[in-house]
């Protein structure tokens, strides 16, 4: 059963920096896709970063680009996240995805100014 767990969230400052990481289990695939979206509540869920693990492309929403980063560790079956130059309109609960249909609970990031 695949399952992925999120973790890293919190609140920081205007301009901070956040690691966050999803921990994956319960597949074994070589090509395979893991996204991190995020949400804020009463508005549509945005997809901002993508890995194409295989030929490990990927992928950035104009609003994070420059700023986040999307990374794997194969070792620790984790997929990062890094978050820099934040701002109070990146305050969300973030989520990873596995494929098309799994996905993790959540982790919130608030970002104050």
């Known amino acids: 059963q695949v399952q992925l767990v999120e973790s890293g969230g919190g609140e920081v400052q205007s301009g901070g920096s956040l690691r966050l990481s999803c921990v994956t289990s319960g597949f074994t695939y070589d090509y395979y896709a893991i996204a991190w979206f995020r949400q804020v509540p009463g508005n549509q869920r945005e997809g901002i970063s993508c890995l194409s693990v295989g030929d490990e492309k990927t992928y950035y929403a104009d609003s994070v680009k420059g700023r986040f980063a999307i990374s794997r560790d194969p070792a620790k079956n984790t997929v990062y996240l890094q978050m820099n130059n934040l701002k109070f309109e990146d305050t969300a609960v973030y989520v990873c995805?596995?494929?098309?249909?799994?996905w993790g609970q959540g982790t919130q990031v608030t970002v104050s100014l």
């Open positions: 995805r596995f494929g098309t249909n799994y």
